[in-house]
């Protein structure tokens, strides 16, 4: 009802379809609506999560929905609590990491970039997971 409070609609427009998307707001109710997600299409979205509440089932179920999209995509998220686990579990089972730091690494010529994930429990940074490459 309020067109100013629709900022990523019109910036995934301008962007069109990415490599890496983050997920706005969290994850949370009002983060990604459908257009958007279909838009960005991205082949990998990383949740900047930490509260009981992120992700929301909702914004999980359309960043994996190949009705908005076709193909492959992998998701991340910084730190999904226990309580949100298990009751997401069906589409949080598909997540590729559910805890630790999230870092997307492009090597030289951009043609492909693959994500890590890093333990986020002391400040060791132990590395945790080192996923296929994906094409950009």
Do not use: C, K
């Amino acid at each position: 009802a309020l067109p100013w409070h629709n900022v990523l609609g019109p910036a995934a427009h301008a962007a069109g379809p990415v490599s890496v998307a983050t997920a706005d707001h969290h994850g949370m109710f009002d983060g990604l609506d459908a257009d958007v997600v279909r838009t960005l299409r991205p082949r990998a979205w990383v949740i900047p999560s930490w509260h009981i509440a992120h992700p929301d089932m909702l914004q999980l179920e359309r960043m994996f929905s190949e009705r908005l999209y076709p193909g492959p995509r992998a998701v991340f998220a910084t730190t999904v609590m226990r309580e949100n686990l298990l009751a997401n579990g069906r589409l949080t089972r598909r997540m590729h990491s559910h805890d630790g730091h999230v870092v997307v690494r492009v090597p030289p010529g951009g043609e492909r970039f693959y994500v890590a994930v890093t333990g986020n429990a002391d400040e060791d940074d132990t590395v945790r997971l080192v996923g296929d490459p994906f094409d950009a």
